[in-house]
């Protein structure tokens, strides 16, 4: 595609179900990443995705978050047994080749706006 | 840890000046330097990346440095117009593409 798609933009759930987030990164691009903007906070980094290495979840804030990626391509978060403090909007974000000493650029999604109420 | 700090949280100015944003990293041993832009509600829209070897970049009206001894780099926009409102933010990229954020320069341009 010509740019990173996540899909839903908006996602209002109730405390306690699951939800999915989905992105679709930017076409031949290995690497994938998700972060976090809280209201108010800055980016949080989440989970990093490369080829077909083990993805690198040391973001991830507790163990009700999980996120996997298709094929190398389309990633899902999802977000387990939701709770308020997950109100964020969750930003995808790929680039063309990833690990240490590679200097690429990162292009971002539109981002989805989870709110648990 | 890196830590990556913006000055000012928030500017505002008239439509035509010319102005500087500053971000500052604590530690030197990046491997890039990424700015954005940020609308309301909206994703990142990636602006500049400095590789570590260079010193700047230019895009249009803006120009990005690089200082990693100082752990600093700036974003210049020239002649500011009301379109260049948008929160900016610049990361550190600190190897294997965690990039770490600061929090951001509120930016806005008056007519």
Same mark, same amino acid.
């Given at each position: 595609g010509a740019g990173v798609s996540q899909s839903p933009s908006n996602k209002v759930t109730e405390k306690g179900k699951d939800v999915e987030l989905r992105c679709d990164p930017i076409s031949g691009h290995t690497a994938l990443y998700w972060y976090r903007q809280s209201l108010g906070q800055g980016l949080e980094f989440l989970i990093y995705f490369q +080829?077909? &290495?083990? @993805? /690198?979840? &040391? +973001?991830? @804030? &507790? /163990?009700?978050f999980s996120a996997e990626r298709t094929g190398g391509s389309v990633s899902t978060l999802t977000i387990q047994?939701?709770?308020?403090? /997950?109100s964020a909007v969750y930003l995808c974000a790929s680039s063309r080749f990833g690990g240490p000493n590679m200097n690429t650029e990162a292009f971002f999604g539109q981002g989805t706006r989870l709110t648990v109420v | 840890k890196q830590e990556v700090t913006q000055i000012p949280a928030a500017l505002s100015v008239p439509e035509g000046e010319n102005l500087v944003l500053n971000c500052s990293f604590t530690d030197s041993a990046i491997y890039n330097l990424q700015w954005f832009r940020q609308d309301p509600g909206k994703g990142l829209t990636s602006l500049l990346l400095i590789q570590s070897s260079q010193r700047e970049q230019t895009s249009g009206r803006l120009n990005a440095s690089l200082d990693k001894s100082s752990g600093r780099s700036t974003l210049y926009i020239a002649a500011s117009q009301p379109g260049d409102s948008a929160t900016y933010l610049c990361a550190a990229n600190t190897g294997f593409q965690k990039l770490v954020f600061g929090t951001g320069t509120r930016l806005l341009v008056s007519p």
């Amino acid at each position: 595609g010509a740019g990173v798609s996540q899909s839903p933009s908006n996602k209002v759930t109730e405390k306690g179900k699951d939800v999915e987030l989905r992105c679709d990164p930017i076409s031949g691009h290995t690497a994938l990443y998700w972060y976090r903007q809280s209201l108010g906070q800055g980016l949080e980094f989440l989970i990093y995705f490369q +080829g077909n &290495s083990a @993805p /690198d979840k &040391s +973001g991830l @804030p &507790s /163990d009700r978050f999980s996120a996997e990626r298709t094929g190398g391509s389309v990633s899902t978060l999802t977000i387990q047994r939701t709770q308020q403090e /997950d109100s964020a909007v969750y930003l995808c974000a790929s680039s063309r080749f990833g690990g240490p000493n590679m200097n690429t650029e990162a292009f971002f999604g539109q981002g989805t706006r989870l709110t648990v109420v | 840890k890196q830590e990556v700090t913006q000055i000012p949280a928030a500017l505002s100015v008239p439509e035509g000046e010319n102005l500087v944003l500053n971000c500052s990293f604590t530690d030197s041993a990046i491997y890039n330097l990424q700015w954005f832009r940020q609308d309301p509600g909206k994703g990142l829209t990636s602006l500049l990346l400095i590789q570590s070897s260079q010193r700047e970049q230019t895009s249009g009206r803006l120009n990005a440095s690089l200082d990693k001894s100082s752990g600093r780099s700036t974003l210049y926009i020239a002649a500011s117009q009301p379109g260049d409102s948008a929160t900016y933010l610049c990361a550190a990229n600190t190897g294997f593409q965690k990039l770490v954020f600061g929090t951001g320069t509120r930016l806005l341009v008056s007519p």
